[in-house]
C-alpha cells in the first residue's frame, strides 16, 4: 500500500513537470504579451514595453524563462512560494487564494444539491423502470444534458430574474399560467407516485387543485412581496419531515424512532417563538452553529430517553428530523428580511439580481440583510449549474442501481425475507455509489477548477474568470498558476479516487 | 397519496393567511442619485501612472477624482478648465519655448489644504528621466536599477524635450517649463495636480488625514525635497506611489490618505473584482460645478457582454459600454427604458503594403517592392481591390449606421478639418463603385503584368490576423473581390500576428493602431524613414521633411494643410489606406442624462459634471 502511494505519487510529479512545461512553452510561444503595445501610439508605449520586459523576464527564450519561473515554484520547499506576477503587476498566489473561495462558493451548493437531487430522481427511476416517470426523467436528463450552460443562464436571467422583477412591480398571476403550473404539477406527482390508472387521476387531481389553490391564495396575499413559512406550515411541514425521515431512515413500523421523530419535530415548533428572538437579536453564524449543536445534543437525548438497546438509528432518526425541522426555520427567518431587502436603495424593489456575489452598495450590519442578499445572487448561477449537472447524476445513478439490482446478493436479500426499504437502502444503495465514487473525484476537481462559463456569465471572479483573463491577455504567469493548481487537483484526484476505491470495495486491493 | 392531504393542509393555512394579511404594496421607487457604470475590466489600482497598471478603469476611477487643466471631450477636442487654473506660452523661441501653468487661488484638496503649484511639481518627477537620474531615484530605461517611481511618463516626449527643472513663482501658484525646443501638442504634456502632501506623508507612514497645517508642512517639506534632489525622501514617496495604490479592495481601514483628491467624487470603497464606490466631494471646487442629483458613482465589473446588458435591462446598471457586435446592439435596442448609442473607438483598420524590408529584416523583393513605378503602380492597385465599402456595409454598419469610409489615417471624421482634408489628399483615387475601382486596378495591374487576369492572378501574400472573427470575414471580402481585379490572395492567419507584420515575407497586412491622444504626431512614426511604428519599410525624404515640419505647434489649417501634403505622397504611393473607425456600442438608463461617449480613454466618464437625473 505505502508502496503504491509512493509511486503514484513519484509519477504524479513527473506529471507536473512534464505539463507545465509543455503548457509553459506553448502559451509562451502562442501569446504575445506585448502586442498591443506595439501597435500603440501613446506616447509612452517604449517605456511600458520596456516595463513590462523587465518584469515578465521577456528578453529570456521561453524554454529558459520556464525554469526561472520553476525556481520561484520551488521556493515553496523553503517557505518561499513565487509564482510570479500577473500582468498588472499582481502575485498570482494572493489572485488564486482571492478565486479559490469564491469558486468554491459558487460550485459547492450546486455541486451537493446537483447531487443529492440527481440521485434521489435517478434511484426512483431505476425502481419504476419503464415507467411514465422514468421515461420523463430520461427526456428530461437528454434535455438537460443537451442545453448549453450560456444559453440556459441567459434565459434564466431573463424569465427569473427580469421579467420576475418587472412581475414585481404590479404581482399578478395571470389565470392561464395558473392553470398551466397546475397541470404540470399534477403530471409530474403522478407519474412520480405511479401506480393504476385511477390512483393516477386521483393523484393528478388533488396535486393539480392544491397547487392551484395555492398559487391563488399566493396571488390573493401578495406572498412573493413579504414572504414567510409562518408557525402553521411550518408545524404542518415538520410533521410531515418527521414522518419521511422515519420511512426513509428506520421504517414506519419502528414506533420508537416514529415517536423520536415527532418528539423533535414537537420541540422544534415550540422552539419556533423562541428561536425568532434570538434570531432577530443575535443573528450570526455562531448562534447558527451552537444551535445545530443543541438540535444534535437534543437528538441523542431524545433517542436516549425512548430506548435503551439500539439507540443509533434511533439518534440518526431524531437527528436528521431536528436538523431539517430547524431549517425550516431558518428559511422562515431569511424571507421575513425579504421585504425590508427589496426596499433597500441599492435593490429598489428587483430583488432578484442577473449577476455579481453581491450587492456592494447594499451597506448593512444586519445579519439576515445580507445572507439574504448572497443567497439571492447564489440562486440563479446555482440553478444554472444544477440543471446542467443533474442530467449526469440522474442518469449515472439510475444506471448504477438497475445494475446492482440485478445482482445476484439483491435476490438473495429478497429471498431471505428483508422488506423493501431495507433491500434498498441497505443492501443496494451502497454497492450503487461504488461506481459514483470515482465520478464524485472529478467533481471535486471541478469545485475548485470553476465553473468557467458559469462564472463568466455571471460575472463571478473566481479561477474560471482567472483563467479566461489569463488567457485573454496573455498572462502566462496567471496561466501557469491556474494551470498548475488544477493539474495538481487533477493528479492528486485520481489517486484519491484509486484509494477511495480499495477503501470502500474490500475485493480491491492495490499493487504494484 | 401523502401530498394530497399536505397540500390540503397547506391550502388551509394558505387561506387563513390570506385574511391575516393585508394587500401589499410595492412603495414607489425612490428618486435615484447613483450612477452604476459598467467596464469590462476589473479595477487593478488606483494608480493608473505605473507601466502596468495603464487600464482604462483604473484611469476612468483617476479622472472622477483627479481634475487638471484640461481634458479630451467626445469630440476628441482638448477642452482647457479654466475652473482649475489656465495655461500660455510665455516665450516662443526656437530653441527656448516656456509654457507657464497657473493654478486658481482658492482651490482645494478634498482635505481641505490649498491646491498650489508645488502639487504640478510631481509631474516632472514621474516624467523626466534626467530629474530621476539627478536625483539618484534610478534611470527609467536601465533593466536592473529601474526609477523609484515605477511610472510610464519617462521616457517621451517631456523627458526629451524638457530643459533643467520647471520653476515656480514667488506666490507659489504658477509653474513654468521650459522646452528646449518648440513642441507640437505641447498642451498636452503639461503637469497634473497630484495631492504630494498626502504621499509625503504616507511616506512618513502617517495613516490618518492631517489638519491643513500639518498639511501645507508636508507639502513644504516635498518641496525641499524636490529642490534638493533629496534621494531618500523622493525614494520613500516613490515606494507608496508605486505599490500602496495597487490595491483592490477598499474599506474603513483603508489609509484615507491613498484617497485625498480635487474631483467631483471620491473612492469611498471597493470590492476587488466587483465594484468601486465613488462619494461626491463636498469640497469640489476643481472644475465645472456638478449637476447636483448625482451623490454616487458606481464602477461594477462585468467581463460578459451578453451578462452586462442583462443587467442593464434588470436596472442593476445604469451605463453599459462594450461588446460591438450586431447581435449585442440588437439585444440592447430592444430594452425598454434604455437608450443606445452607436460610436466609435479609438481605433481605426487599415490595410498596408510592404514598400521594402523594415529596419533589421531581410531584404523584400516582392511585387510592391520600390517607391514610384511599378511599386506603386502596383500598391495602389492592391488597394483599389480592397473592397472597402462592401467591408464596412456588411461587418461595421449592423452595429453603427453611421459608418463611414475612412479618408486619412491622420485625421478621422469629425474632427475639425476633416472634410477639406479628405477632399484634397488623394483618397479620391480609392473612392467609386467598386467594379470601377477593380477595372482601374485591372488597368494598373496589366501595365507590369500584361498577361494577368481574374483567371490569372498575380498572387499577394496577405498577414490575416487570428482568432478574430471580424477580420477573418474581412479577408474573406477582400480576397472575393481582389480575384476581379486580378490578385490572388494568399493569406497567413498568425494567432501572434503583431510582431510579425515587420515580416518581409508579407507583401500585404491589415490591422489597427489605436489612439489615446489626439496629436500632431501621432502616426508620424508610421512613415517616418526609421520610424518606430514604421513597418512597411517606407522611407521618402519629402514626406519625411512634412513629417519633420508637423513636430512644431501648429493651428489647425496649418496642421491640415501639412496633412493633405502627406497623404498625397501617401495615397500616391499606395501605402496605408484607412478602412474604418472601429464601432462601439453604449447604452444607458433613459432617465440619466448627460451621457456622452468618447472614443479617447477615458471615455464615457469624461463629462461626469454632467450626469443628472
Given amino acids: 500500500m505505502l508502496s503504491y502511494i509512493s509511486r503514484r505519487l513519484g509519477i504524479s510529479i513527473m506529471i507536473l513537470f512534464g505539463s507545465s512545461f509543455l503548457v509553459y512553452n506553448l502559451a509562451a510561444y502562442a501569446s504575445d504579451p ?186 390573493l396575499t401578495d406572498w412573493y412581496l413579504d414572504p414567510g413559512l409562518g408557525i402553521f406550515l411550518i408545524a404542518f411541514l415538520s410533521v410531515g419531515i418527521a414522518f419521511g425521515i422515519t420511512a426513509l431512515s428506520s421504517g414506519l413500523a419502528d414506533v420508537k424512532a416514529k415517536k423520536a421523530a415527532l418528539v423533535m419535530a414537537g420541540l422544534a415548533i415550540a422552539w419556533y417563538y423562541p428561536a425568532q428572538w434570538i434570531f432577530d437579536n443575535y443573528g450570526s453564524y455562531l ?25 443509533g438509528p434511533i439518534a440518526r432518526t431524531a437527528i436528521l428530523t431536528g436538523v431539517l425541522c430547524g431549517f425550516l426555520i431558518l428559511i422562515d427567518r431569511v424571507m421575513q428580511s425579504w421585504k425590508e431587502y427589496s426596499a433597500t436603495d441599492a435593490v429598489n424593489y428587483r430583488p432578484v439580481p442577473t449577476f455579481g456575489q453581491r450587492k456592494d452598495q447594499l451597506v448593512t450590519e444586519d445579519f439576515w440583510l445580507n445572507n439574504l442578499d448572497i443567497i439571492m445572487h447564489l440562486i440563479l448561477p446555482t440553478l444554472a449549474l444544477i440543471l446542467i449537472s443533474l442530467a449526469g447524476w440522474i442518469r449515472y445513478s439510475r444506471g448504477a442501481l438497475l445494475e446492482v439490482l440485478n445482482q445476484d446478493y439483491i435476490r438473495t436479500a429478497r429471498a431471505k425475507g428483508l422488506n423493501e426499504r431495507v433491500v434498498i437502502t441497505r443492501h443496494a444503495f451502497r454497492n450503487m455509489m461504488l461506481p459514483l465514487s470515482s465520478l464524485f473525484v472529478g467533481e471535486f476537481v471541478g469545485l475548485v477548477g470553476g465553473a468557467v462559463i458559469t462564472e463568466r456569465v455571471f460575472g463571478w471572479q473566481g479561477m474560471g474568470t482567472l483563467g479566461i483573463k489569463a488567457i485573454n491577455t496573455y498572462d502566462l504567469n496567471l496561466l501557469m498558476g491556474v494551470n498548475l493548481l488544477l493539474s495538481f487537483l487533477v493528479v492528486t484526484g485520481n489517486l484519491l479516487a484509486d484509494l477511495l476505491y480499495s477503501a470502500l470495495d474490500p475485493r480491491i486491493r492495490l499493487r504494484k | 397519496m401523502k401530498f394530497t392531504r399536505s397540500a390540503k393542509f397547506a391550502l388551509a393555512v394558505a387561506a387563513s393567511g390570506a385574511l391575516a394579511v393585508s394587500l401589499l404594496s410595492p412603495a414607489s421607487a425612490n428618486t435615484r442619485s447613483t450612477v452604476v457604470v459598467h467596464d469590462t475590466n476589473s479595477l487593478t489600482s488606483f494608480n493608473s501612472g505605473q507601466p502596468d497598471t495603464n487600464l482604462t478603469i483604473n484611469g476612468a476611477v483617476g479622472y472622477l477624482d483627479t481634475i487638471g487643466f484640461n481634458y479630451y471631450d467626445d469630440k476628441k477636442n482638448v477642452i ?139 507639502k513644504a517639506r516635498f518641496l525641499a525635497a524636490f529642490n534638493s534632489k533629496n534621494t531618500n525622501v523622493l525614494r520613500a514617496m516613490g515606494k507608496v506611489w508605486s505599490t ?42 476643481s472644475g465645472p460645478a456638478l449637476s447636483g442629483s448625482v451623490d454616487t458613482v458606481i464602477f461594477r465589473f462585468i467581463a460578459d457582454g451578453t451578462a452586462a446588458s442583462q443587467a442593464l435591462a434588470n436596472g442593476e446598471i445604469d451605463i453599459y459600454q462594450g461588446q460591438a457586435t450586431a447581435d449585442a446592439v440588437a439585444a440592447l435596442n430592444r430594452i425598454k427604458g434604455v437608450t443606445v448609442r452607436g460610436g466609435i473607438q479609438s481605433c481605426y483598420e487599415h490595410w498596408d503594403t510592404r514598400v521594402n524590408a523594415a529596419p533589421g529584416q531581410p531584404a523584400y ?108 470575414a474581412e479577408f474573406a471580402l477582400a480576397k472575393a473581390n481582389a480575384i476581379k481585379a486580378g490578385f490572388d490572395l494568399q493569406g497567413d492567419v498568425q494567432t501572434s500576428w503583431s510582431p510579425r507584420i515587420q515580416n518581409t515575407e508579407y507583401d500585404a497586412m491589415f490591422f489597427a493602431y489605436c489612439q489615446t491622444a489626439v496629436s500632431q504626431t501621432g502616426t508620424n512614426s508610421n512613415f517616418r524613414t526609421g520610424g518606430g511604428n514604421n513597418r512597411t519599410g517606407v522611407s521618402l525624404p519629402n514626406l519625411d521633411a512634412i513629417l519633420d515640419s508637423m513636430q512644431l505647434p501648429l493651428s489647425r489649417s496649418s496642421y491640415i494643410s501639412k496633412v493633405i501634403q502627406a497623404e498625397r505622397i501617401i495615397h500616391a504611393e499606395g501605402i496605408t489606406l484607412g478602412v474604418f473607425q472601429f464601432p462601439a456600442v453604449t447604452a444607458f438608463n433613459s432617465n440619466l442624462k448627460g451621457v456622452k461617449p468618447a472614443a479617447l480613454s477615458p471615455t464615457l466618464v469624461w463629462n461626469w459634471w454632467e450626469w443628472a437625473y
Avoid at chain 1, 295 to 304: H, K, M, N, Y
Fill in chain 2, 80 to 218: 482647457q478648465n479654466r475652473v482649475f487654473g489656465s495655461y500660455r506660452i510665455t516665450k516662443n523661441g526656437a530653441t527656448d519655448f516656456r509654457v507657464t501653468y497657473t493654478v486658481n487661488p482658492g482651490r482645494v484638496w478634498s482635505d481641505g489644504t490649498p491646491i498650489t503649484a508645488v502639487d504640478l511639481l510631481l509631474s516632472h518627477v514621474l516624467s523626466s528621466n534626467d530629474y530621476s537620474k539627478a536625483a539618484g531615484l534610478g534611470d527609467p530605461l536601465n533593466k536592473s536599477n529601474p526609477s523609484a517611481f515605477d511610472s510610464n511618463g519617462y521616457s517621451g516626449t517631456y523627458s526629451n524635450n524638457i530643459a533643467g527643472e520647471p520653476t515656480l513663482s514667488a506666490d507659489g501658484m504658477s509653474l513654468t517649463l521650459r522646452y528646449k525646443n518648440k513642441i507640437a501638442n505641447w498642451d498636452l504634456f503639461g503637469p497634473g495636480p497630484s495631492p504630494v502632501h498626502a504621499l509625503v506623508l504616507m511616506s512618513e507612514g502617517k495613516k490618518a488625514l492631517g489638519t491643513v497645517a500639518e498639511n501645507n508642512a508636508a
Fill in chain 2, 365 to 472: 523583393n516582392g511585387i510592391f517592392k520600390g517607391h514610384g513605378g511599378r511599386g506603386a503602380d502596383l500598391r495602389r492597385a492592391f488597394l483599389l481591390a480592397v473592397p472597402r465599402a462592401e467591408i464596412n456595409e456588411k461587418l461595421i454598419a449592423p452595429i453603427n449606421p453611421d459608418v463611414v469610409v475612412l479618408g486619412s489615417t491622420f485625421v478621422s471624421p469629425g474632427e475639425e478639418g476633416y472634410d477639406r482634408l479628405v477632399a484634397n489628399n488623394g483618397s479620391n483615387f480609392f473612392v467609386g463603385s467598386q467594379a470601377e475601382l477593380n477595372a482601374k486596378a485591372l488597368r494598373l495591374v496589366k501595365k507590369h503584368f500584361p498577361s494577368a487576369s481574374p483567371s490569372n492572378p498575380v498572387a499577394v501574400k496577405v498577414l490575416v490576423p487570428g482568432a478574430n472573427a471580424r477580420r477573418a
Fill in chain 1, 287 to 311: 448562534t447558527i452553529f451552537v444551535m445545530v449543536a443543541l438540535v444534535i445534543g437534543t437528538g441523542v437525548l431524545v433517542a436516549g430517553a425512548f430506548s435503551k438497546i439500539d439507540r
Fill in chain 2, 244 to 285: 500602496d495604490y495597487d490595491i483592490a479592495d477598499v474599506n474603513s481601514s483603508t489609509n484615507p490618505l491613498l484617497f485625498v483628491g480635487n474631483g467631483g467624487f471620491l473612492v469611498q470603497s471597493a470590492v476587488k473584482g466587483s465594484s468601486v464606490t465613488m462619494k461626491r466631494n463636498p469640497r469640489y471646487n
Fill in chain 1, 34 to 219: 506585448l502586442a498591443e503595445l506595439r501597435l500603440s501610439n501613446d506616447d509612452s508605449a517604449q517605456q511600458q514595453i520596456a516595463a513590462l520586459t523587465r518584469q515578465l523576464n521577456l528578453d529570456v527564450p521561453p524554454p529558459l524563462r520556464y525554469f526561472l519561473w520553476l525556481r520561484g515554484l520551488l521556493g515553496v520547499f523553503v517557505g518561499n512560494l513565487d509564482l510570479g506576477t500577473t500582468r498588472d503587476g499582481l502575485s498570482v498566489q494572493s489572485e488564486l487564494a482571492f478565486a479559490i473561495p469564491v469558486t468554491i462558493r459558487l460550485v459547492l451548493v450546486a455541486t451537493i444539491t446537483a447531487l443529492l437531487l440527481g440521485l434521489a430522481l435517478g434511484i426512483i427511476s431505476a425502481l419504476r423502470q419503464y415507467s411514465r416517470f422514468d421515461y420523463g426523467m430520461t427526456f428530461l436528463a437528454f434535455l438537460l444534458y443537451s442545453l448549453p450552460i450560456f444559453w440556459v443562464a441567459v434565459l434564466l436571467k431573463e424569465f427569473m430574474a427580469i421579467q420576475f422583477n418587472n412581475f414585481l412591480s404590479e404581482p399578478n398571476i395571470p389565470f392561464s399560467w395558473m392553470i398551466f403550473f397546475s397541470i404540470f404539477t399534477g403530471v409530474f406527482w403522478s407519474s412520480l407516485l405511479g401506480g393504476e390508472r385511477r390512483r393516477f387521476w386521483t393523484v393528478f387531481a388533488g396535486a393539480f387543485a392544491t397547487n392551484f389553490v395555492i398559487l391563488w391564495a399566493i396571488d
